[in-house]
């Protein structure tokens, strides 16, 4: 289907753990992004991507790490998780115009526990 | 850098009453504004936005947007709510490479 999917939906996962949330789009686009959605924080960017091998960090970065080896994946790891890390997150992607970028399309989130 | 400020996180409003959504933003370039909205355990829909041309920008639902160069501000209005319009907006900018979100607005309708 077309559109942009993220696995799992759900995922309780114990703290120290290294978990990776999977993000796919069919769009081809070149923009990809993370965000974490906190209560009182809204939607806080942790990392993105311009296009495959090309990632830089957001407003939140530490303690996740990416990858774009395709333009369509973009994986994001916490590679010791902390309670803290308890969120939901949600994956984009986007085109850009000559000049910035537009409007972003959402997957459905992966709302992750860490206990 | 961009920063967004919407500057309410919760308004409530009687039902067919109007409503307005403040959001401001800065940034160091010129950008693209976009409202979004979140049903109730749901993703994030684009509601509307602006690249360029009409500074007011209108959604298929009612909604309107009015970019304010000058006060940098977008702010989101509707002449009469429903109880369906209950959801959490989001105001966002997009700069040259990244899409930042304001902390978001929850609306909620009363009866």
């Not at chain 1, 395709?70 to 994001?76: C, D, W």
């Not at chain 2, 684009?46 to 007011?56: C, I, P, W």
């Amino acid at each position: 289907d077309a559109g942009i999917t993220q696995s799992p939906r759900y995922k309780i996962t114990e703290t120290g753990r290294q978990v990776t949330l999977m993000c796919h789009q069919t769009w081809s686009h070149s923009y990809m992004f993370w965000y974490r959605q906190d209560l009182g924080h809204g939607l806080r960017l942790i990392y993105y991507s311009a296009a495959a091998d090309i990632t830089d960090k957001g407003e939140v970065p530490d303690g996740y790490v990416v990858s774009r080896s395709k333009t369509e994946n973009f994986p994001l790891t916490l590679e010791s998780a902390t309670r803290s890390q308890t969120s939901v997150y949600f994956c984009a992607s986007s085109e850009s115009t000559f000049v910035r970028v537009t409007e972003a399309f959402f997957g459905q989130g992966t709302r992750l526990t860490v206990v | 850098a961009q920063s967004v400020t919407q500057l309410d996180s919760q308004v409530p409003v009687f039902e067919e009453a109007p409503v307005e959504l403040r959001c401001n933003y800065s940034s160091s370039v010129s950008v693209y504004l976009f409202w979004y909205v979140q049903y109730p355990n749901q993703g994030l829909q684009l509601l509307l936005k602006y690249l360029s041309g009409s500074t007011l920008v209108k959604s298929i639902n009612g909604f309107e947007a009015e970019f304010n160069k000058s006060q940098t501000s977008f702010h989101l209005r509707k002449p009469s709510v429903h109880i369906s319009d209950t959801a959490e907006y989001f105001c966002a900018v997009g700069g040259d490479d990244k899409i930042i979100f304001g902390k978001g607005t929850r609306l909620h309708i009363l009866p």
